[in-house]
C-alpha cells in the first residue's frame, strides 16, 4: 500500500499526467479500499475468511504486475480501483479474524498486526528506491511487490479458519452494536487515516518540491516515515497491554501535533522534516489498532461492523490527500503539512467526543479483561 507515493512521479510521467490529475488515484485507490471493505465485512461473515483473503491477495498481485504496461490515465484508474478494492478486503479479513481469535485480549496482537503493516511500508520504498536505480522504469517495482506478496496467499489456504465466537454468544460485550459509536470510530479513524496517507503519499513530492534533496533522499525519507510507523507499533504491543485505550489515543495525537509544529515551524530544513516524520510516525502507529481496541471494548464486533470501520478509514485516505494534490501546484508544497494540521484538529475533536459518550464503558473494560486472563 506505500508503493503508490514513491512512484507517483514515474506513473505520471508513464501516463503523461499532471500532479493535479495523478492524484486521482489516491482517490480511486480509496474509494475500492472502501468497497473492499463494505462488501468485504459480509464475506468474511458468511465464507471461509483465510480463502476469502488469499484470493484477494492473488487479485493485488496479478493488478500490480499490470501497472507498467498502461499508459493511459483512464485504465490505470480502473486498475488501480480494482487493486484499492483487494486491499480493503484483506484489511477488513485481517482485523475482524484476529478479534474473532482474541477477543476482549486482542490489543497487543492488533498492535502487532498493525507492526508488520509499518514493516511492509517501510520495506516498499526501499524496494522501489533499489530497484528503479537498476531499472528505471515502474515494472521492475511492481513486478517485484506483486510476487512478494504471494507466499502470504499459500500460507493462508493451509491454515484453518477462525469462526466468530461473539456471532454464538460468547462475547465479553453484551451483544448489541452501538451504531452512534460506530459512526464516530469510524469518523476518527477517517480522520486518522488521511493524515496517514497523506503524509507517506506526499512527503516524497514534498522534499522534491522544498529542494530538501534528490529522488533517493526522498525514497529514504518516505522509509523514514514508515520504518517509524513500525518502530512505534511495535512499541506499541506492550503499551497496549498496560494502558487504556483513550489515554493510548490522546497521546498519539498530542505527538502528532508536536510533529506536524516542528514541520510547519522549519520547513526547509532537512534534520527538521526527518525529525517530524520520525515522530509523527510513532505518535501514528498505534492510533488505528487501538481505535478498533476501543470499539471491541464496547460493541459486538462482526465482519460487517469492522467493514464499517475500515471504510472510515478508506473513506479519509481517499479525499484528504487529493485535497492535497488539488492544492499542491497551486498553493505550494507547504500546503500538504498545513492539511493534516487541519485534519488532526477535527480528529482531536472527535476524540473528546468518544471519551464524553462512553465513560463507563472505558472503566469497564479493564474490569472484563483482567477476568479474562
Known amino acids: 500500500m506505500a508503493s503508490l507515493g514513491p512512484t507517483l512521479p514515474a506513473l505520471a510521467e508513464q501516463t503523461r499526467a499532471s500532479v493535479g490529475q495523478i492524484s486521482y488515484l489516491f482517490t480511486v485507490r480509496s474509494f475500492g479500499f ?15 475468511g483465510h480463502h476469502v483473503m488469499a484470493a484477494m491477495i492473488f487479485a493485488m498481485s496479478a493488478t500490480m504486475v499490470l501497472m507498467p504496461f498502461i499508459s493511459t490515465l ?4 480502473v486498475v488501480m480501483l480494482a487493486l484499492g478494492t483487494a486491499e480493503g478486503a484483506v484489511g477488513v479479513g485481517g482485523n475482524a479474524l484476529l478479534v474473532w481469535v482474541h477477543q476482549s485480549r486482542v490489543a497487543p496482537f492488533m498492535n502487532a498486526l498493525h507492526f508488520f503493516y509499518g514493516v511492509g511500508g517501510f520495506i516498499s520504498p526501499l524496494i522501489i528506491a533499489r530497484t528503479f536505480s537498476i531499472h528505471n522504469t515502474t515494472a521492475a517495482p511492481y513486478f517485484a511487490l506483486g510476487l512478494l506478496i504471494l507466499p502470504a496467499a499459500a500460507l493462508l489456504l493451509r491454515l484453518p479458519s477462525p469462526q466468530n465466537q461473539q456471532a454464538s ?3 465479553s460485550t453484551d451483544g448489541r452494536i452501538n451504531y452512534k459509536l460506530v459512526a464516530l470510530i469510524a469518523l476518527l479513524l477517517c480522520l486518522y487515516i488521511g493524515a496517514e496517507v497523506s503524509y507517506g503519499s506526499w512527503i516524497y513530492s514534498y522534499v522534491l518540491k522544498m529542494n530538501l534533496g534528490d529522488g533517493d533522499i ?9 520504518g517509524s510507523l513500525t518502530a512505534g507499533r511495535l512499541l506499541g504491543v506492550p503499551i497496549a497491554a498496560r494502558f487504556r485505550p483513550r489515554t493510548i489515543l490522546l497521546a498519539d495525537l498530542i505527538g502528532c501535533f508536536i510533529s506536524i509544529g516542528i514541520a510547519l515551524l522549519w520547513p526547509t530544513s532537512l534534520p527538521a522534516i526527518t525529525v517530524a516524520s520520525v515522530c509523527i510516525g510513532l505518535s501514528m502507529a498505534s492510533i488505528y489498532p ?6 471491541e ?31 499542491f501546484e497551486s498553493l505550494g508544497p507547504r500546503v500538504m503539512m498545513l492539511t493534516i494540521l487541519v485534519d488532526l484538529i477535527v480528529a482531536l475533536m472527535v476524540y473528546l467526543l468518544l471519551v464524553i459518550d462512553s465513560p463507563r464503558a472505558e472503566r469497564a473494560a479493564p474490569e472484563r479483561a483482567r477476568g479474562l486472563t
Do not use: C, H, K, N
Open 169 to 171: 454468544g460468547e462475547s
Open 218 to 226: 526522498a525514497a529514504y525519507l518516505t522509509s523514514v516515515f514508515w
Open 74 to 77: 483512464g485504465v490505470l484508474l
Open 34 to 48: 472502501l468497497l473492499g471493505s463494505l462488501f468485504g465485512g459480509s464475506l468474511f461473515d458468511r465464507m471461509r
Open 297 to 327: 471494548r464496547r460493541m459486538r464486533i462482526t465482519g460487517q461492523v469492522i467493514g464499517f470501520l475500515v471504510v472510515g478509514g478508506s473513506s479519509g485516505g481517499m479525499i484528504v490527500p487529493l485535497l492535497i494534490g488539488q492544492m
Open 290 to 295: 487501538t481505535a478498533l481496541t476501543f470499539a
